[in-house]
């Protein structure tokens, strides 16, 4: 069914464009109309994105747990948060380690072979009598074969070194979408008729700890917000590090000209991510800042050798052994770049 308020301002609309002149006193009117247009759409698609299946799931499965444990509103959102991103998000992060591994051997062995695979082009066209130009192109077209065959005979796709992000942003999203949902009473109709959501707004207000005691309000204390962009911070500095720590010397400008480009990025959406905290709910503030905390817990066990060998993390020359201690001086040279 179309969305009254939908069609009321786009009949608006359309009579001002058939049958108003388009003068100045007529511009703020047609202005007006089309605002409200376009807010009505908005408010369209964010009602259909609260109401989402796993939306609902999240919030079902966060006051089962509740429900089950009769842990506190606080404690079920940061044991959520851990178990989910312990079974979803580790297991990622060891699959694009390794395969970054793969691919760090795998582009050894190329280039090993290319010196000799460019002569033997160079040579087949002068016997064949070919023009000058073929041999670059055969040369090319060969090397992208041998990558293909490579990529598959490691099993080391470059999809694959996303993968965490795949899988942590669509969850990430739907948990935080049902935290707010919870914390500020959004719910449809027919949602309020199944699930006693009043119930669960009650409890989130009345269940949060120290300096948070009511989950449904944000934080007034200004710490959970800076908690979060710290933590993303950090998130963001330990991969620039394992980023650093793959690329080659040989790197062109262009690619470390990229790679600063995005962790500038990064490090303003974590800046953003501050006062955006600062006006939700201390619940979900507090399920980003979780988030982020075993977010540098997992980013630190991962480089870690012992446990690398013990997931059966390839050893490749860029590796450190000494992971920590790489990540202290980085920390340290960090400060004294922003100290001078």
């Given at each position: 069914m179309?969305?009254?308020s939908?069609?009321?301002?786009?009949?608006?609309?359309?009579?001002?464009?058939?049958?108003?002149?388009?003068?100045?006193?007529?511009?703020?009117m047609?202005y007006?109309?089309?605002?409200h247009?376009?807010?009505?759409?908005?408010d369209?698609?964010?009602?259909?994105m609260?109401n989402?299946?796993?939306v609902?799931y999240?919030?079902?499965?966060?006051?089962?747990?509740?429900?089950?444990?009769?842990i506190?509103?606080?404690?079920?959102?940061?044991?959520?948060?851990v178990?989910?991103?312990?079974?979803?998000?580790l297991?990622?992060?060891v699959?694009?380690?390794?395969v970054?591994?793969k691919r760090?051997?795998?582009f050894k062995e190329?280039?090993?072979i290319l010196?000799?695979l460019?002569?033997a082009t160079?040579?087949?066209?002068?016997?064949?009598n070919?023009?000058?130009?073929?041999a670059?192109?055969?040369y090319?077209?060969?090397a992208?074969?041998?990558?293909?065959?490579?990529v598959v005979?490691?099993?080391?796709h470059?999809?694959?070194l996303f993968?965490?992000?795949?899988?942590?942003?669509?969850?990430?999203?739907?948990?935080?979408?049902a935290?707010?949902?919870?914390?500020?009473?959004?719910?449809?109709?027919?949602r309020?008729?199944?699930?006693?959501?009043?119930e669960?707004?009650?409890q989130?207000a009345?269940?949060?700890?120290?300096?948070?005691?009511n989950?449904?309000?944000?934080d007034?204390?200004f710490i959970?917000?800076?908690i979060?962009?710290?933590s993303f911070?950090?998130?963001?500095f330990?991969?620039?590090i394992?980023m650093?720590?793959?690329?080659?010397e040989?790197?062109n400008?262009?690619?470390?000209?990229y790679q600063?480009?995005?962790t500038i990025?990064?490090?303003s959406?974590?800046?953003?991510?501050?006062?955006?905290s600062a006006?939700q709910?201390?619940?979900?503030?507090l399920y980003?800042?979780t988030s982020?905390?075993?977010?540098?817990?997992?980013?630190?066990i991962?480089?870690?050798?012992?446990?690398?060998?013990?997931?059966?993390?390839?050893h490749?020359?860029?590796?450190?052994a000494?992971?920590?201690?790489?990540?202290?001086?980085?920390?340290?040279?960090?400060?004294?770049?922003?100290?001078?």
């Amino acid at each position: 069914m179309v969305n009254p308020s939908i069609l009321r301002y786009g009949v608006r609309t359309v009579q001002l464009l058939q049958h108003q002149r388009p003068n100045y006193r007529n511009g703020p009117m047609l202005y007006q109309s089309v605002a409200h247009l376009s807010s009505s759409t908005f408010d369209t698609m964010y009602n259909k994105m609260i109401n989402l299946e796993g939306v609902h799931y999240m919030e079902d499965t966060l006051a089962q747990l509740h429900d089950y444990t009769g842990i506190p509103w606080y404690g079920s959102i940061m044991l959520f948060t851990v178990g989910l991103r312990t079974v979803l998000s580790l297991p990622a992060q060891v699959t694009s380690h390794k395969v970054a591994a793969k691919r760090t051997i795998m582009f050894k062995e190329i280039n090993e072979i290319l010196p000799n695979l460019k002569a033997a082009t160079e040579q087949h066209v002068r016997l064949k009598n070919f023009p000058a130009h073929e041999a670059p192109m055969r040369y090319k077209r060969v090397a992208q074969s041998i990558h293909r065959k490579k990529v598959v005979e490691h099993n080391c796709h470059m999809s694959k070194l996303f993968l965490p992000l795949y899988i942590q942003i669509p969850f990430w999203m739907f948990t935080s979408i049902a935290i707010r949902n919870i914390c500020l009473l959004r719910a449809s109709q027919e949602r309020l008729e199944l699930v006693n959501v009043f119930e669960r707004n009650i409890q989130m207000a009345a269940e949060g700890a120290l300096w948070f005691p009511n989950l449904t309000i944000p934080d007034p204390h200004f710490i959970l917000p800076v908690i979060v962009g710290i933590s993303f911070a950090t998130n963001i500095f330990l991969g620039s590090i394992r980023m650093h720590s793959m690329s080659s010397e040989q790197a062109n400008n262009r690619m470390s000209k990229y790679q600063r480009g995005l962790t500038i990025f990064m490090y303003s959406l974590a800046g953003l991510l501050v006062p955006l905290s600062a006006i939700q709910p201390s619940g979900l503030s507090l399920y980003w800042a979780t988030s982020g905390a075993v977010g540098i817990l997992f980013n630190l066990i991962v480089v870690s050798p012992k446990f690398r060998r013990f997931v059966r993390i390839p050893h490749v020359p860029t590796e450190s052994a000494t992971p920590y201690l790489d990540i202290k001086h980085a920390m340290l040279k960090l400060y004294n770049r922003v100290k001078f």
